[in-house]
């Protein structure tokens, strides 16, 4: 519900940050997502937190580029799940691809750029970073296990931009 009222009200109030209505929704679903992280963080926030402490990214900003590259990782494992949430934010093709392709959209409309490099992350950080992220305590909830190895061609395809 969550990511649905994302769906709707994001794009609203970054269009409109006084429309008072539309960031009351996102405040619930801010809630709704800070509750979930019982679950666990995942890979976005293992790869956020290294970015931040060496380049000074900012956090949430970090995460939304980070995502695209971390949910096609984990595709494989949670096809189903996204799937799921197609169906129930009622996204064209209902699948795990409509997710990413929402998730890119979304992105481009409210101006979250598209690569780390963007954002001052880029490849002279990399042999840094991903043993952090490895360490990092977010990456125990992700559903698929990492390497260094996986966090080093995550950090370059997010820098990259290849999907």
């Known amino acids: 519900e969550g990511i649905r009222l994302v769906k709707e009200w994001l794009p ?25 992280f019982q679950k666990g963080l995942g890979a976005m926030h293992s790869l956020s937190h290294p970015a931040s402490s060496l380049r000074g990214t900012h956090h949430g900003l970090t995460n939304a580029v ?49 690569t780390l490099k963007e954002i001052g992350f880029d490849e002279d950080a990399v042999a840094d970073a991903a043993p952090m992220a490895l360490k990092d305590p977010s990456t125990e909830g992700n559903p698929r ?9 995550l950090y370059r395809a997010s820098i990259s931009g290849a999907l």
């Open 12 to 36: 609203v109030a970054v269009k409109d940050g006084r429309n008072v209505n539309a960031r009351a929704f996102m405040l619930a679903a801010s809630s709704m997502g800070a509750v979930s």
């Open 145 to 153: 296990p990492l390497t260094v190895d996986d966090f080093v061609a």
């Open 66 to 114: 980070v995502m695209p590259y971390v949910l096609s990782y984990n595709r494989s494992v949670v096809e189903e799940r996204l799937a799921a949430l197609a169906r129930y934010l009622n996204l064209p093709g209902q699948s795990a691809g409509s997710v990413l392709e929402w998730v890119l959209r979304l992105r481009e409309d409210i101006g979250i750029p598209h």
